[in-house]
């Protein structure tokens, strides 16, 4: 019969709770990675990971239901946990990677087609604060975790570090995205600016030829006119 009581040692109450921790974040951040991918993909490797994850952790419910007699007690306990402890790990820099990468997508679909006196204008602290911390994220911060990355002697240190500078970065870019509408209409505006200015030139340059047409000719007409 089943056992209706199930208990977990303090080590084993520490694995689960990092396990339910990288869970919870690379959940959540793989919805919002879905969300921000400009195809609405999913990520199969993120999926993979978590669905091997579960299955270890259900080897161990197993086992503390007494539906796994004929293993190899707490050892068996503490390979499964220290498996699907692997597969949450991977599963949580799989999709820092994935969502990283979409965000720094996302900020050039942002503002792709703008010009740059568009974004100064609407988005003044862009290129003197946004962009800078953008870059060191994208470019040192994340390229530096993701090298420091190892499984087999994983780190929750630096991967709370990836999920912090990731969370940093989503901000800065959701600061950017929120001036979508600002740029499109300053934009507009500043295209039809410039168009009624090349009118305005087109319409003084083509006063000015035929002015001084006509200038030519008047003048030679005085030229050529005869004298009483």
């Known amino acids: 019969m089943p056992a209706t009581n199930i208990t977990f040692s303090d080590h084993e109450t520490e694995y689960l709770l990092n396990i339910v921790n990288f869970y919870e974040v690379t959940k959540e951040l793989y919805i919002y990675g879905e969300q921000i ?18 299955d270890h952790l259900m080897r161990v419910v197993s ?31 799989d999709t820092l990677d994935w969502v990283s990468l979409n965000l720094k997508d996302s900020i050039i679909r942002d503002l792709q087609g703008f010009s740059l006196e ?34 087999a002697a994983s780190s929750e240190d630096n991967l709370e570090k990836y999920i912090r500078v990731t969370a940093e970065l989503k901000q800065l870019v959701q600061q950017i995205s929120e001036k979508k509408p600002s740029l499109i209409e300053y934009q507009k505006r500043l295209n039809q600016s410039k168009r009624n200015q090349q009118v305005l030139r087109f319409g003084i340059d083509a006063a000015i030829a035929i002015g001084g047409g006509f200038l030519v000719w008047f003048i030679g007409w005085i030229a050529t006119r005869p004298q009483n």
């Open 37 to 54: 991918d400009p195809e609405n993909r999913s990520l199969a490797q993120t999926i993979n990971e978590l669905r091997n994850c579960l």
């Open 63 to 93: 086992y503390k239901l007494g539906l796994r007699p004929n293993t190899n007690g707490e050892k068996y306990v503490n390979t499964n946990l220290d498996k699907a402890y692997g597969h949450v790990y991977r599963a949580a820099y």
């Open 118 to 151: 568009t974004i100064q204008a609407v988005i003044p602290n862009y290129f003197s604060e946004l962009k800078p911390k953008v870059d060191k994220i994208l470019n040192e911060d994340i390229v530096r975790l993701r090298d420091d990355k190892d499984v």
